[in-house]
């Protein structure tokens, strides 16, 4: 800390900027549309669309979720970034190129731009769909225990789950328990077969 910062600490006047906000749900969802607009004006490949059209799905399913992941988190952080400068600068690079070069002349290990820029948005999907297993795994692990529960409470799926409708023992007039109802043995299923004479 400086002098100037520390005068301005002791005075009150706080003269130093404060960071921006991140991004919130409007400027992300605007940003992946601003991104479609950019590939209908680009003419982009069937290709391109159907790649970025997954990672758009992706980061849009994740958005309400997003909270879950910690705004301030490094997943949070790549979703965020992804939508608003990795995907549009990925996809802005290529459509800046013209089309008939990007799409046949080979640049990186023989392969041309347009496959560079499918292993990117692949690239980008992968990531988003991990960043969306994240996002939802503690309402995943909330189903599993909540089945856990009801598993203990009605009885395993395997066995079909068995309900206890018995009245429970009351106390007799000896003391003890009185006998609980008897069994009822489950009706027969029917079924068309039963019906025939």
Same mark, same amino acid.
């Given at each position: ?5 520390? !005068?301005?600490?002791? *005075?009150? +006047?706080?003269?130093?900027?404060? /960071?921006? $906000? ?6 992300? =969802? #605007? ?37 879950? !992941?910690?705004?301030? *988190?490094? +997943?949070?952080?790549?979703?965020? /970034?992804? $939508? ?6 990925? =996809? #802005? ?51 599993? $225990? ?52």
């Amino acid at each position: 800390m400086g002098l100037r910062e520390w !005068l301005a600490a002791r *005075s009150g +006047d706080a003269s130093s900027p404060a /960071a921006p $906000a991140p991004p919130g749900d409007a400027e992300i =969802v #605007g940003a992946l549309d601003r991104l479609a607009t950019m590939l209908d004006e680009g003419h982009a490949p069937a290709l391109v669309r159907a790649r970025v059209t997954r990672v758009d799905r992706l980061i849009r399913a994740i958005l309400p979720r997003l909270p879950d !992941l910690g705004v301030g *988190s490094a +997943d949070g952080y790549a979703v965020v /970034a992804t $939508a608003t400068d990795y995907l549009p600068g990925t =996809v #802005g690079g290529y459509l800046r190129l013209p089309r008939a070069w990007a799409d046949t002349r080979p640049i990186e290990n023989g392969r041309s731009a347009l496959l560079v820029l499918v292993d990117q948005l692949d690239l980008l999907a992968a990531t988003m769909e991990r960043m969306l297993d994240a996002a939802v795994h503690a309402d995943a692990q909330a189903l599993v $225990a909540h089945g856990l529960f009801l598993e203990s409470r009605f009885g395993a799926p395997a066995a079909g789950g068995a309900l206890d409708l018995r009245a429970p023992a009351t106390p007799g007039a000896a003391g003890g328990t009185a006998d609980p109802a008897p069994d009822v043995p489950p009706a027969a299923p029917r079924t068309v077969l039963d019906l025939e004479p």
